[in-house]
């Protein structure tokens, strides 16, 4: 008896471990360089199916191959997203002081409020999972607390570290005058800045969140994920890094589902979406 109930079990845990294990790699996914790609790969797999269906032969066995040596290319396509994935797996927080994230984000909008206001030029990556070590060329170690005053001092006009990005985790600056890897794109308008290529890819290539500040408009813009959002308000810029800094990774915590969100911070949540749907 207890071998038919377990022949039944079995496969229902099996099929819900490999349904959740897909939706959070396509939600993962979604949004990244690679989600085409994803795509892509599921009109082959339907066109696999169908061509099975209807006895293409031919067909079917030309995909049947291109299977064969999916799993290779997939890996190739998707390195960044794969590196970044299980980056995320094994540096997870289980706490975080809310209170503390939400002072680091002060710090963070306050800064390009002020440089926006005197159109001082800003490069700024804020940390996450993956170590920016790797990515970044060179740089001058600071290992300071970082507050408005401390960044305005570096991004100041002629300053010695002044040319380059600042590298800043856990509300700590790490270090200044960072070379940043620049995008590889073709699409992007040929009047867009170093800067604002800079903040692209290194966010190509990281989790971290690039803040920029434009020297000549005073614009301020943040790059995520390969993603470059430009001409932000100041209120737009702290909702997006409250919902990367707080409401994600509160989302990503172990104990998140025995918690109810805060009002205050669904209603940040809600603005940051309306956010992204209307950029300006």
Same mark, same amino acid.
């Given at each position: 008896?207890?071998?038919?109930?377990? =022949?039944?079990?079995?496969?229902?845990?099996?099929?819900?471990?490999?349904?959740?294990?897909?939706?959070?790699?396509?939600?993962?996914?979604?949004?990244?360089?690679?989600?085409?790609?994803?795509?892509?790969?599921?009109?082959?797999?339907?066109?696999?199916?169908?061509?099975?269906?209807?006895?293409?032969?031919?067909?079917?066995?030309? *995909?049947?191959?291109?299977?064969?040596? =999916?799993?290779?290319?997939?890996?190739?396509?998707?390195?960044?997203?794969?590196?970044?994935? +299980?980056?995320?797996?094994?540096?997870?927080?289980?706490?975080?002081?809310?209170? !503390?994230?939400?002072?680091?984000?002060?710090?963070?909008?306050?800064?390009?409020?002020? +440089?926006?206001?005197?159109?001082?030029?800003? *490069?700024?990556?804020?940390? $996450?999972?993956?170590?920016?070590?790797?990515?970044?060329?060179?740089?001058?170690?600071?290992?300071?607390?970082?507050?408005?005053?401390? *960044?305005?001092?570096?991004?100041?006009?002629?300053?010695?570290?002044?040319?380059?990005?600042?590298?800043?985790?856990?509300?700590?600056?790490?270090?200044?005058?960072?070379?940043?890897?620049?995008? $590889?794109? $073709?699409?992007? $308008?040929?009047?867009?800045?170093?800067?604002?290529?800079?903040?692209?890819?290194?966010?190509?290539?990281?989790? &971290?969140?690039?803040?920029?500040? =434009?020297?000549?408009?005073?614009?301020?813009?943040?790059?995520?994920?390969?993603?470059?959002? !430009?001409?932000?308000?100041?209120?737009?810029? !702290?909702?997006? *890094?409250?919902?990367?800094?707080?409401?994600?990774?509160?989302?990503?915590?172990?104990?998140?589902?025995?918690?109810?969100?805060?009002?205050?911070?669904?209603?940040?949540?809600?603005?940051? &979406?309306?956010?992204?749907?209307?950029?300006?």
């Amino acid at each position: 008896m207890w071998e038919q109930i377990g =022949s039944y079990w079995r496969p229902v845990v099996e099929i819900m471990i490999l349904a959740v294990a897909i939706y959070y790699a396509l939600m993962f996914v979604r949004g990244t360089r690679g989600w085409p790609v994803v795509i892509g790969f599921g009109a082959v797999v339907l066109l696999t199916y169908a061509t099975t269906l209807l006895g293409l032969e031919v067909l079917s066995h030309l *995909l049947k191959t291109f299977f064969a040596f =999916s799993a290779v290319v997939l890996l190739i396509i998707f390195q960044p997203e794969v590196r970044r994935l +299980l980056a995320e797996l094994g540096n997870q927080r289980l706490f975080n002081t809310t209170q !503390r994230e939400r002072q680091n984000i002060e710090v963070i909008v306050e800064t390009a409020e002020r +440089l926006a206001d005197v159109r001082i030029g800003a *490069l700024i990556a804020l940390e $996450q999972s993956i170590s920016l070590s790797e990515a970044v060329e060179s740089g001058v170690p600071v290992n300071c607390t970082a507050t408005p005053e401390m *960044l305005e001092t570096i991004f100041f006009p002629n300053n010695a570290v002044h040319d380059g990005g600042v590298i800043i985790d856990e509300g700590r600056i790490i270090k200044a005058a960072c070379i940043f890897p620049l995008t $590889q794109r $073709q699409d992007l $308008q040929k009047s867009m800045g170093t800067r604002h290529r800079a903040a692209l890819g290194l966010s190509e290539e990281t989790d &971290a969140v690039v803040v920029v500040v =434009s020297e000549e408009t005073g614009a301020i813009s943040y790059a995520y994920k390969g993603v470059l959002k !430009r001409g932000l308000t100041v209120e737009e810029l !702290r909702s997006f *890094l409250t919902s990367i800094f707080i409401i994600e990774k509160q989302s990503k915590s172990p104990f998140s589902w025995f918690k109810r969100k805060p009002r205050e911070e669904a209603s940040v949540e809600t603005a940051a &979406a309306k956010s992204e749907a209307n950029p300006s």
